[in-house]
């Protein structure tokens, strides 16, 4: 055992350099999107007591029951889980700090969650999200505004083929009528009903209007409509929903059958999908969640929100030919010799300070090797400083892309030789 190589944790990957650089890449549009529409940052735990999601995501969800990874502390006896989504401790977090007082809120955050799935394609054990959140807002603007933010990011990104399903679930009143209509309907047909929509049935019947299950899926078609149980307030937020989206040309299509696998959510719910990643589909998916902040133990508070899956949005970005990004490197400082060597580091300083990105070469090695890492490193120029350089107070100039002319300069003129050597990148 002792010598054996440990791995990492299946469902939970290494992001590699080469592939961190895209991650990057992905990150910063991403922010300047969201500080586009005025929100801003909020960082909370990865860890959160369990009873927070048991009692935000509903203790009858896929995730409470078979997902979460939930412990013991051994220091107190805690029960403690690792996050599996943000919004819940997302409005924790606001509760605990009295952000709503006053002021509603634009949030987002990103990072880390872990739910104990099967891995497949697009999805993870340790897997990673953009939440955003608007909490404080009660209109169907913001449902809509939030809609319209993903179209424009799928723009930015250049993804051509995201498809917006959206549907209301109502207010709790008329949910209540439906899940007693959905209960009398699925009793009647009790035969047909698999393993788990019978575990459901009466704890919660509408995720089995979810199911995958093709031999369920006439009975679900079938099946009470809870848009036929909305009264006339949520009606209308729908249709407002759905009049600013025409208003934008953002084309959806109304899917009945779209609840969301989170009993936190009401009102409007919405999901993008692309048909590229096999039955990992969603790439975005959120919507209204008003009864939240109460249920965790506050006043009332209307809030709406969406996540997406950044693993699915790069491999949509991958497929469509983006590749690994390499950071942008402006030289490489190659030198030999023992006075060159003394003077490198302080070269490389200096040319730091003028805001350029500088490797220096470690660890010796003939010029020739070391170009090679040089030409290796995607640096746009080399700056090469041997012994008979460092005693005239030069260093050679030598560009490493578009056939490679040099010239040699002085020391006190090289960052402003770089720049009229249009050799930096950018």
């Known amino acids: ?28 549009a991403v922010r300047d999107w969201l500080e586009a529409y005025g929100y801003r940052n909020i960082r909370m735990p990865l860890v959160e007591p369990t009873a927070l999601f048991k009692r935000a995501i509903g203790e009858v969800t896929d995730i409470v029951e078979k997902e979460m990874y939930s412990f013991e502390d051994s220091l107190n006896g805690d029960q403690l889980t690792l996050r599996p989504e943000g919004t819940a401790s997302c409005a924790r977090a606001v509760l605990q700090h009295s952000l709503l007082y006053n002021a509603p809120q634009r949030l987002y955050y990103s990072g880390a969650m872990f739910r104990h799935e099967r891995p497949q394609k697009g999805r993870y054990r340790q897997f990673h999200q953009i939440g955003v959140e608007a909490l404080g807002f009660a209109g169907p603007d913001i449902d809509a505004e939030q809609i319209l933010m993903c179209s424009r990011l799928w723009k930015k990104l250049g993804i051509r083929d995201a498809e917006l399903q959206i549907n209301t679930l109502g207010d709790a009143a008329s ?79 109304i899917n009945t059958h779209l609840v969301r696998g989170l009993d936190y959510y009401n009102r409007t719910v919405f999901e993008w999908v692309t048909t590229r990643l096999g039955a990992q589909g969603t790439i975005c998916a959120g919507g209204r969640y008003d009864g939240l902040i109460e249920q965790i133990g506050g006043k009332p508070a209307p809030a709406c929100g969406f996540a ?119």
């Open 1 to 28: 055992m002792g010598n054996t190589t440990l791995q990492a944790v299946r469902g939970m990957n290494d992001i590699l350099p080469d592939e961190a650089q895209l991650w990057l890449w992905f990150e910063d």
């Open 175 to 253: 949910r209540h009528r439906h899940r007693e209509k959905l209960i009398a309907y699925f009793e009647h047909h009790k035969n047909v009903l698999d393993a788990d929509a019978q575990r459901r049935l009466y704890s919660n019947p509408l995720r089995i209007l979810d199911t995958k299950n093709p031999a369920m899926q006439e009975l679900v078609s079938a099946a009470p409509k809870l848009m036929d149980e909305l009264e006339e307030d949520a009606l209308k937020h729908f249709e407002e929903v759905q009049a600013i989206l025409h208003q934008h040309g953002i084309v959806f299509e």
């Open 308 to 426: 997406m899956g950044i693993e699915r949005l790069l491999a949509l970005l991958q497929e469509d030919g983006m590749q690994n990004l390499r950071a942008p490197l402006d030289v490489y400082l190659v030198h030999q010799g023992e006075q060159a060597n003394r003077l490198a580091g302080g070269v490389a300083e200096q040319l730091r300070d003028a805001g350029l990105k500088v490797v220096l070469h470690c660890g010796g090695g003939s010029f020739k090797s070391q170009m090679k890492k040089a030409d290796a490193s995607g640096a746009a120029c080399a700056v090469i400083i041997g012994d008979d350089e460092a005693r005239a107070g030069q260093a050679t100039l030598k560009a490493l892309r578009d056939g490679g002319g040099q010239q040699r300069v002085a020391l006190a003129e090289l960052q402003q030789k770089i720049r009229e050597f249009n050799l930096v990148r950018g």
